[in-house]
Structures are given as C-alpha cells and as structure tokens.
C-alpha cells in the first residue's frame, strides 16, 4: 500500500506560479516513488476529474494534457522521493483540488490505484 501525499496548494494571484509535491507517506519497505509512474489531476467544483499529465517510471517520459502543456511540467525528485507539479501562468480557471496519483503500468495506461487526498490550489486577485 502507498499512502501518497500532496502538497504546495494555496491561494495565489492570477498569472503567478505554484510548485505542488507529491511524496510517499507510506510505501512498501524499499519501494520508492520513481518505481511507479505518477499522474495529476485536478477537480473543480461541478466539473469532472481532469488528467493534466503524467510522469512515467524508469525512462521519466513526461506527457500532458493539451490544456496545460505550455504552462505545466511535471518533474521527479529522486533523492527526496518526490514529485512535482509546476504550475506557471496560473489563470483563475486552474482553481481546483488538485491530485496525484500512481500505477505501476505506463502513463499510456489509466490504472491508477492509489491516490492522494490532494491539495486545494485557488487562483484570484
């Protein structure tokens, strides 16, 4: 079981940047997170659960969503087993709890099995 962990959100101002974390509370002994491939998602009030993008284990290949490619990058931090969300040019419509999630099979696959409790980003003036 992986207890995953996001953090980072807040409040911030439209046209700034937020880095959002995703860590491992808890993982199995030995398991770290660059063994899984790691996707965020987003939800806003009303609407569905957006894919942004993906990170995928071993060759970190790095996919997006046409909505945030030009703003968004997803990136591994291995020695502090984490994974980041950076978010730039943030627009008030980016305003959701914001996810990550992890599967051991390949971003071109959609069989997350553990997911965080995620973390509200709002964007506004």
């Known amino acids: 079981q992986v207890q995953l962990v996001e953090s980072g959100g807040g409040l911030v101002q439209p046209g700034g940047s937020l880095r959002l974390s995703c860590s491992a509370s808890?993982?199995?002994?030995?398991?770290?997170?660059?063994?899984?491939?790691i996707g965020w998602f987003r939800q806003a009030p009303g609407k569905e659960r957006e894919g942004l993008g993906c990170?995928?284990?071993?060759?970190?290949?790095?996919y997006y969503a046409d909505s945030v490619k030009d703003r968004f990058t997803i990136s591994r931090d291995n020695v502090n087993n984490r994974v980041y969300l950076i978010m730039n040019s943030l627009k008030p419509e980016d305003t959701a709890v914001y996810y990550c999630?992890?599967?051991?099979?390949?971003?071109?696959?959609?069989?997350?099995?553990?997911w965080g409790q995620g973390t509200q980003v709002t964007v506004s003036s």
């Open positions: 990170i995928s284990s071993r060759a970190n290949t790095t």
């Open positions: 808890e993982s199995p002994s030995g398991v770290t997170l660059d063994y899984y491939t």
């Open positions: 999630a992890a599967q051991i099979t390949s971003c071109l696959h959609d069989l997350y099995t553990y």
